[in-house]
């Protein structure tokens, strides 16, 4: 063989004879890690100067000290989630228990393709989700498979409801009579647009249903759409629910919706990829009573229980919808006699074994600490909205349902049609002055303040600051 | 607030009050984990006992000591990648630079939706992204994103193809007015199936073409059935071929394919998962010859470059059939004047930067330092090649064209009802005897041994040793 071209450190030799190498490597380059992470709170939630080095691809190795010092060049470049002022989306700092695990992940490079590629990983997602299923109370059939990412597991409950509604797996969509159409609220998640698209329903084929003052579906106007696309000679085969909008975390009417889907025999989807996290709470799981009616539901641990992305599920309340409806098998993969490889009903084939990051924080954190974590954020979102509240020019896009807030600035004396001019300002003014980034989205055609209440280090003196800040800014431009 | 629930090192405080307690932690889990990995080869290619801690979620943290020893416990319980002797899949032990930067990666927690969520990666990836692309000679314009997985890269590129060719974007299939058909060979990869399932195109769109004795797709079959669809009033939209067939390691004949459906006007896709790594060898990158002519690309790092799981890319000749044919925006995004969100061209929205293990491990092992893994590899089938093919009553499915070997025994003193049984105990026999583990997929109806000789610690020893192994069963069997 020729002399090695790569550094010593590449691999871990399997017969130890670079141990001590690679531990010194590896702690150097954790422990600049770590105080990347440990020291957020000097910088500001968003990066300074974006550094990114210039060659994606070298002939040679950089060599070990190089790359720990790119590295840590690019974690200044990012945004800094662990700071306790960036809280303008659903996207938390993680739990360490992530970082463990999926150091731990990559180190076996285990495939959740098949049991046979990942014996312990399949077991424990298996144990887990249908762990969760019960939480949701979605009974005794109920099962489901992790996703990267909360897109596809809409995607994939949505390919199933149109397999076993339409019976399309085998022939497809083009020979079905009349077009496929499904329903979901005007503020439901751009992911539903997306897999319509891809399902091959066409991206018009979802049908918005207005929205109440609070983001909330009308159930007659569901129940109106329903019958007019009949009339029409349109195939509705679906509807969608919403448990945390994006923009505003509020709860379509599960029940509601539940019984209408019933009535009509469609396939009920509720995407709880916010608001499923409400079931680790004894104080809040009632705000979603009725999604045990849910033939299918997303949830994304990757947000409000803080597990590092990505940590997404698909739940189903029968499995057998789900093998039935979507399964395709690989011959060359081993069969295993008990259990189904994960690869044959999941989107993904070969996929990371997100679920270890998962089970790690359960077993470190444990249901009565995600708990607490939950009911903590609600605590401050309701002193933010007593503060809010009283700022008289202050407008607020729904009544709070979860740990979001959702307001913008109409003052009185700055004529209307500059409001966004001056609530992207107070954005400006609270990143500069108060190192807090609330994000700016567009919401019924104007720009607005968004905050979600989602780091544990947020305490009433942050919220004392943000209150601070926006009346300072008030001031500052009556 | 509530006296706290859960363990001081549940995260990393951005103030470094617990940094000590953190250090720590996560010190002692790391070196239990480098433990395991790098006594790989006192143990089996397999785990022995599989062995799940039994409660999922529990109420109440087990605290840092336990989580490290249950990690440990279910490393032993993986499948254990980085023996030399786990030969049975595509799925290498993972670079060093993949632990890190997994690591890194999960505690910054960037989100890959939007450039405002991720501003250092997805400039990265972008980066790294158009140098492949480059390298696969696709042109000034070619451009694509990381998936999560093959699967999901093949799902993509056949979306943007349906999308591009039947313009289905916005109304869906169910308008057209004949069937849409795709070919692809005999022993193209189940994930295009599964493709076309999920596009509603249905399984049986997927026309398999006839393959030659070295599992290479059979042009003229090809040409044969894409007219006779054309007669029988279909639709074909699309040909796929292999470069890296899942089982033998085949490629298809890129070039005249490529001149095929230029000149019926059809997307052309090829899935080089597998073999897209031989861009990055200088011997051997000839063997993708006709590549070039692709309108889009699945390639996996996750395979041949040792990067951890997921590593994965879609790669698209012209960019603007990717943003034209697949775009679905997200209003609540920051839009980025110089650059596109790529949870909006992606089939994912919300991903993990899998793009950070993927240049790390490029800077630390350098070009060429892939290409010597490439190379040893081809040196190491070659010698294995050379001893299987002088064994008598060894058979092998095809020549092979990459370091996969697919082969099986056909004793002449054994009646040819019982080689599978034969093979399947010469399986055994190996991971019982040599510590070897190959896999046994069903190919042409029969049971076959297949090795991929994807680990850096195979050497020349490892090939005697797995010669040695077949000959002894061999004695013992007669």
């Known amino acids: 063989m020729d002399q090695q071209k790569f550094p010593a450190n590449a691999f871990i030799n399997p017969s130890g004879t670079n141990k001590e190498g690679i531990e010194n490597f590896i702690s150097k380059a954790l422990h600049r890690i770590i105080s990347v992470i440990s020291s957020s709170e000097t910088r500001s939630p968003l990066p300074g100067e974006i550094d990114i080095p210039n060659q994606p691809i070298p002939e040679e190795s950089i060599g070990d000290e190089q790359l720990i010092d790119h590295l840590e060049t690019l974690l200044l470049s990012s945004i800094n989630p662990s700071h306790p002022g960036w809280l303008p989306h659903m996207d938390p700092p993680p739990t360490t228990a992530s970082l463990i695990a999926d150091f731990a992940t990559a180190s076996v490079n285990n495939n959740m393709l098949s049991v046979e590629m990942s014996p312990a990983f399949s077991r424990l997602e298996q ?7 019960q939480m949701f109370n979605l009974g005794q059939k109920a099962s489901g498979v992790l996703c990267s990412g909360g897109s596809l597991a809409n995607l994939q409950a949505l390919a199933v409801a149109r397999n076993k509604k339409l019976s399309t797996k085998e022939g497809g969509i083009q020979e079905l009579p009349k077009k496929p159409i499904l ?5 439901a998640h751009t992911s539903i647009q997306k897999a319509a698209m891809i399902l091959g329903l066409g991206q018009d084929s979802v049908q918005p249903i207005p929205v109440d003052s609070d983001s909330q579906m009308i159930t007659e106007e569901l129940e109106a759409a329903i019958n007019q696309a009949k009339n029409d000679g349109k195939l509705p085969f679906c509807v969608v629910a919403t448990a945390g909008t994006t923009t505003t975390g509020n709860i379509d009417p599960l029940e509601d919706i539940g019984s209408i889907t019933q009535q009509e025999n469609l396939w009920y989807h509720v995407d ?6 409400l079931v680790f709470s004894n104080s809040h799981h009632d705000k979603l009573a009725g999604i045990s009616k849910a033939d299918s539901i997303t949830f994304n641990p990757q947000k409000w229980l803080y597990v590092a992305k990505t940590s997404a599920m698909v739940l189903f309340k029968d499995q057998d919808h789900l093998v039935n409806s979507f399964k395709v098998g690989a011959p060359y993969m081993e069969q295993d006699e008990e259990r189904i490889n994960l690869g044959e009903i999941s989107l993904q084939g070969t996929r990371h074994a997100d679920i270890l990051k998962l089970w790690a924080s359960f077993q470190h954190i444990g249901r009565k600490g995600f708990q607490q974590l939950i009911d903590q954020s609600y605590q401050l979102t309701n002193l933010l909205h007593d503060k809010l509240k009283v700022i008289d020019c202050i407008q607020l896009a729904s009544t709070p349902k979860m740990n979001i807030i959702c307001f913008r600035g109409q003052p009185k004396w700055i004529t209307s049609a500059r409001w966004d001019e001056w609530n992207k300002g107070l954005q400006e003014y ?18 607005w303040l968004r905050t979600v209440i989602l780091n544990p280090f947020v305490n009433k003196q942050s919220i004392n600051n943000i209150n601070q800040g926006i009346t300072s800014y008030i ?4």
Chains 1, 2 share one sequence.
């Open 127 to 133: 144990q887990v989700v249908r762990k969760i299923c």
């Open 183 to 187: 329903f979901a609220s005007k503020v």
């Open 430 to 447: 609270l990143l500069e002055n108060h190192k807090i980034f609330f994000s700016l989205p567009t919401y019924n055609d104007s720009k």
């Open 272 to 277: 709880a990829a916010y608001g499923g996290a």
């Open 475 to 478: 001031r500052k431009t009556q």
